[in-house]
Nanobody, 121 residues
Framework: VQLQASGGGLVQAGDSLRLSCVAS??????MGWFRQAPGRDREFLAT????????AYEDSVKGRITVSRDQDRNTGYLQMNSLKPEDTAVYYC?????????????????WGQGTQVTVSS
């Protein structure tokens, strides 16, 4: 599976941003979104079951982010609202071939290249 993430950029606190992740290659069970800030571990944000469209979120970001997908375009989306400077990180999409709902980076077999999101105060 090849994943191409895009949509990052420099925004101001309070702004919104939508990230996209185009998938190609074989089918998969779910697409997850993670982020990694400098000096920190990669952290789970959300995942979506690809066929049924069922989402799941990390509690700390629930209410500010929405994960969705367009099966016709084979594209996943991460909508982020009310962005804060602490949201500054590289954001990654990844796919889990067999399962859904995992928050562990080790369950996702393929990863996109990451897209930088910088939120200024």
């Amino acid at each position: 599976v090849q994943l191409q993430a895009s949509g990052g950029g420099l925004v101001q606190a309070g702004d919104s941003l939508r990230l996209s992740c185009v998938a190609s290659g074989r089918s998969f069970s779910s697409m997850g979104w993670f982020r990694q800030a400098p000096g920190r571990d990669r952290e789970f944000l959300a995942t979506i079951r690809w066929q049924r469209g069922r989402p799941a979120y990390e509690d700390s970001v629930k209410g500010r982010i929405t994960v969705s997908r367009d099966q016709d375009r084979n594209t996943g989306y991460l909508q982020m609202n009310s962005l804060k400077p602490e949201d500054t990180a590289v954001y990654y999409c990844a796919v889990d071939l067999e399962t859904w709902g995992s928050t562990s980076i080790y369950d996702y077999e393929y990863w996109g290249q990451g897209t930088q999101v910088t939120v200024s105060s």
